[in-house]
């Protein structure tokens, strides 16, 4: 407002500058000023009246621009609000690909009631070191690895049992079953393992596990399925192997701990990749007209922003 004054006093001060000039010719017989006092006239107003216009778009852009700040900082306690849950809340449920779900805000932030969509993505890898799909039905098959499957014990490709993909899968029965493989890494800093598994009628005490070596003789155990894991539906698991970069051979291993026949444990679709940093979730917060679209990647037990745009 104060520039809008400040603008209409100069044109009071030209107009009465212009009358003053006018009374001058009609005294002046020579009338040289009156040209020149029209020519400033006319070029005073179309800046002035320039600038007024620019002034006004300034004004209601900044207008409206402070009215969607509140709208913002709402949108983004919404994404913190879901971070919280993906930790803490029913979210940590979302753990295969695909599952997503939505919820609003229970109270208001700014005003304003956040809604959130949260997806759990399965990431695109950057590359693919080794992966087997095992519908070769061969120890030897799939791509990447120095050499087939050492296997022992109660452990086949079978078909059947409904296979997460295709028609093969691998299984591990009883206390026998065990099986492993090594990969050459190719100097990738960021490796991940991903794969699809499935326990069936463990009991108390019986358990599979997923080993990791670089040199087949020192194992660390990355995953271990046990009593309640065991609902024989296949998920999905995504492991870091960063650790094990500057390793010449990476060895996956997988074995069973269980007492009988009857108690399963299945692989599918095992894939060792690289990747920069994976977007695990997608989160969508909506707050009035303004919409943040974060992704969240998973670090051990945190879950961390990677990505964030306003749209």
């Not at 009609?26 to 009156?34: H, I, N, V």
């Amino acid at each position: 407002m104060m520039v809008i004054m400040v603008v209409m006093m100069m044109m009071d001060r030209m107009r009465a500058l212009m009358l003053m000039m006018i009374k001058r010719r009609l005294s002046d017989q020579r009338g040289q000023a009156l040209p020149l006092v029209l020519i400033t006239l006319a070029m005073g107003s179309l800046l002035i009246g320039g600038f007024l216009s620019h002034t006004s778009t300034n004004l209601i852009a900044s207008r409206v621009f402070g009215q969607s700040l509140p709208a913002q900082y709402a949108a983004d306690a919404g994404i913190e609000d879901a971070i919280w849950n993906l930790m803490y809340g029913d979210l940590v449920l979302l753990t295969e690909p695909e599952d997503g779900a939505s919820y609003s805000v229970t109270e208001p932030v700014n005003g304003f009631t956040p809604h959130l969509t949260v997806t759990r993505l399965e990431p695109t890898p950057d590359s693919t070191i080794a992966t087997d799909d095992f519908e070769s039905g061969e120890w030897s098959g799939g791509s990447g690895w120095l050499s087939g499957w050492y296997h022992e014990g109660d452990a086949s490709i079978k078909k059947g049992e409904n296979p997460h993909g295709g028609k093969y899968h691998l299984s591990l029965r009883a206390d026998t079953g065990y099986i492993r493989r090594a990969a050459d890494p190719l100097d990738e800093t960021n490796m991940y393992l991903i794969f699809w598994a499935k326990a069936e009628s463990f009991e108390t005490g019986e358990t599979a596990e997923c080993l990791v070596s670089s040199n087949s003789e020192n194992w660390t155990t990355v995953r271990t399925w046990a009593d309640g894991a065991d609902d024989n539906t296949y998920h999905y698991y995504q492991i870091d192997l960063s650790d094990y970069a500057t390793s010449s051979q990476l060895w996956i291993a997988f074995e069973a701990n269980m007492s009988k026949k009857d108690d399963k444990f299945y692989v599918d679709d095992l894939r060792i990749v690289a990747m920069t940093r994976p977007i695990d979730y997608e989160i969508v917060s909506t707050a009035a007209e303004v919409t943040i679209r974060a992704g969240v990647a998973i670090e051990g037990s945190q879950r961390t922003v990677v990505s964030w745009e306003i749209e």
